[in-house]
């Protein structure tokens, strides 16, 4: 494990966030497995270390934009809960009264911007939102999430461009988790995904996605710098997704095996490497760290009950918010 | 009262603005010192310096895409498409992004943000410099869509799009931008949603945007030589669209013609036309017309591109038969 910080209560708050993402997706799951959730999802579990590592670098008035795979994004930029699962549900309490569920699920709150459905679709908007803190002399930044799939997408280059040109304070994270939807990422992508960004003279890192401490070192370097106008950066996080593209990708075979991802979860699980350090380091016991995920099982538990019981948006909201005031 | 050019109107509305507001800033491709091809923007870079008059790369899809971030965290840009026909490239970004993200959200997220852009032909342009492609937008839900007519509206619309919460699209008529029209000197704003009635009559409504309110008008002092009176209107903006004052000229003339730019097929006019139909149907004489533009790729030949676009003329050949009750379209 890569060394980043030393206070306690910081490691045991990435330990729980990287929980709390893990269960909320297995509650999803579950949810959606069991017919009481309508549409579909995509799942983040495997990629924890890379939204909280990342996440726990920024504050509430630093920007994120995600992904369809946004769940873990929006947990670890402080996201509640309930209101999550009212807004998976499509319930009048979640997030977004119902109206975007899991692939628009936005927390303006702790400046998440916002899932995005299209693939590579956020990439302007986040670098429009460190364009606008350059302009106002803010030093918020922002972090664009997006996989390994968007790298294909002609609006990343457009962007990284402009970035790159004028100095903007933002972060390009990039999850490579391997697969672009169903189809490996070697198959779709030429060359490096590093140079890419290199090319336009931004700063590229290539960093273990299953090490928590890692990202999180290399993200609180690159935040800082990109505060004091150092900006853009890249980094390409290496990681895997546990299961398919989405929830009802089962027979997922026919691209990968079943070998690799027993071998990815058994001994690259970024939770257990974590949980392992911190034992091992005396900063947790295997009792402490069985108490908090047995809390925050309890908590998604109650949280999906409330979900299931909470209200529907009345059907007036139907027409609501097509414009703002 | 003084006359400027609809350029200079334009450029006005938005010195104004970016004066009374620190967060609006002006980006697209060759903005700054070009000031646009067609020089409409020029001067604002000396004033308000390259922070807020920013040349982009020619990246359509990306700087569209960086306002929409901008204005969902704070500031209020307005982007320049230099041609109209470059919205194919904006989609995404217009449509699946600005657009949405405020009903998205529930209503936490705004996109305070206007992109100008221009169409009409008749410029000797060709098939991709040429094109009228409201409809396009005008049919996206969470869009709004202004449309000039004059350089009084051109100012007025273009501040009130400004301070707008939301995603605004403005068509100007690259025609018109040499165009000059009295427009006060103090200021002043025209509300969206409220058409103009530029000229009153009692025998046919003629509705026209834009460049067409020219066509109109140019129409209705033909019809009165030959005692049709014609009632013109522009509705300003088609999104919203001020519904009510249409169909009180219709109630009243009992027959209209819609003129715009746009292709015929799937647009303005027919949008139009069919909210006249189910809402005034009882009050009409005569079957409401669309008159659009040719359903072809606008040709470069003078000789064919003028076949393409509604004339004053052929107005005048529609309505005399419409208020002779004589069928345009026999069945």
């Not at chain 1, 702790?110 to 364009?131: E, F, K, Q, R, Y």
């Not at chain 1, 290199?198 to 999180?216: K, M, R, S, T, W």
């Not at chain 2, 060759?30 to 807020?52: C, H, I, N, Q």
């Not at chain 2, 049709?228 to 003339?253: F, G, N, Y």
Request: proline fraction near 4%; glycine fraction near 8%; aromatic fraction near 6%.
């Amino acid at each position: 494990m890569a060394k980043a910080k030393s206070n306690t209560e910081d490691y045991l708050r990435m330990y729980r966030q990287m929980v709390r993402i893990r269960t909320f997706e297995d509650n999803a799951n579950q949810l959606y497995l069991s017919a009481k959730m309508p549409g579909l999802t995509h799942m983040y579990s495997g990629e924890e270390a890379v939204a909280v590592g990342i996440c726990e670098a920024l504050t509430d008035a630093d920007r994120i934009t995600s992904t369809h795979r946004g769940h873990g994004h929006c947990v670890a930029k402080g996201a509640e809960f309930k209101q999550m699962f009212c807004e998976l549900l499509g319930k009048a309490e979640g997030y977004c009264r119902g109206k975007g569920g899991s692939m628009h699920i936005a927390d303006q709150s702790h400046g998440n911007l916002g899932a995005n459905a299209i693939v590579g679709g956020s990439m302007g908007i986040a670098t429009g939102s460190a364009l606008r803190a350059k302009l106002q002399g803010s030093d918020d930044v922002t972090v664009c999430f997006f996989g390994d799939g968007a790298t294909a997408q002609g609006l990343m280059y457009e962007v990284m461009n402009m970035a790159a040109l004028w100095s903007l304070p933002v972060i390009y994270a990039c999850e490579n988790n391997g697969y672009s939807e169903y189809t490996k990422t070697e198959e779709i992508a030429a060359g490096s995904i590093t140079a890419r960004a290199e090319a336009f003279g931004i700063e590229a890192h290539q960093v273990d996605g299953q090490d928590v401490l890692a990202v999180n070192d290399l993200t609180r370097k690159l935040v800082a710098r990109a505060r004091k106008g150092e900006g853009p950066f890249f980094m390409e996080l290496m990681t895997y997704r546990y299961h398919g593209h989405h929830v009802g990708d089962i027979n997922r075979e026919y691209y990968r095996s079943k070998e690799e991802e027993k071998d990815w979860k058994e001994n690259r699980d970024p939770i257990i490497r974590f949980r392992a350090h911190l034992v091992s380091e005396g900063i947790a016991t295997e009792e402490d760290l069985d108490a908090m995920n047995a809390e925050v099982e309890k908590d998604a538990a109650e949280a999906v009950a409330y979900a299931l019981d909470a209200a529907y948006p009345d059907a007036s909201e139907v027409d609501q918010h097509v414009f703002a005031a | 009262m003084r006359e400027i050019t609809l350029s200079q109107a334009v450029n006005e509305a938005i010195a104004e603005e970016m004066r009374r507001d620190p967060t609006v800033f002006l980006m697209g491709e060759d903005v700054a010192e070009a000031g646009t091809p067609f020089k409409v923007l020029s001067g604002l870079v000396e004033e308000f310096g390259t922070d807020r008059v920013i040349d982009t790369p020619i990246s359509e899809p990306g700087f569209v895409g960086l306002a929409v971030g901008a204005a969902m965290t704070g500031a209020r840009p307005i982007v320049d498409l230099m041609f109209g026909d470059f919205i194919y490239l904006v989609m995404d970004q217009l449509c699946n992004q600005a657009a949405k993200q405020h009903y998205m959200s529930g209503g936490k997220l705004t996109v305070p943000m206007v992109l100008r852009t221009n169409m009409g032909a008749t410029r000797r342009s060709a098939a991709q410099h040429s094109q009228s492609l409201q409809a396009l937008v005008a049919h996206i839900p969470g869009l709004k869509v202004a449309m000039p007519s004059s350089a009084y509206e051109a100012k007025g619309l273009m501040k009130t799009a400004i301070r707008d919460n939301n995603p605004v699209v403005i068509f100007e008529d690259k025609l018109m931008y040499q165009d000059k029209a009295p427009v006060p000197e103090e200021e002043f704003l025209i509300p969206f949603g409220v058409a103009n009635v530029k000229r009153e009559g009692t025998d046919i409504t003629l509705i026209g945007t834009s460049s067409m309110v020219q066509v109109a008008e140019k129409a209705a002092e033909l019809l009165a030589a030959e005692g049709i009176s014609a009632e013109v209107i522009d509705p300003r903006t088609i999104v919203p669209l001020d519904e009510a004052t249409l169909l009180e000229s219709v109630r009243k003339t009992s027959r209209a013609i819609v003129i715009d730019e746009g292709h015929q097929s799937y647009g303005v006019t027919a949008e139009i036309a069919s909210r006249l139909n189910e809402k005034a149907f009882y009050h009409l004489d005569a079957p409401i017309l669309r008159m659009g533009a040719m359903d072809v790729p606008v040709p470069f030949s003078p000789a064919l591109e003028d076949l393409t676009v509604p004339t004053p003329e052929q107005v005048v050949a529609n309505a005399r038969k419409l208020c002779a009750g004589e069928l345009i379209h026999a069945a």
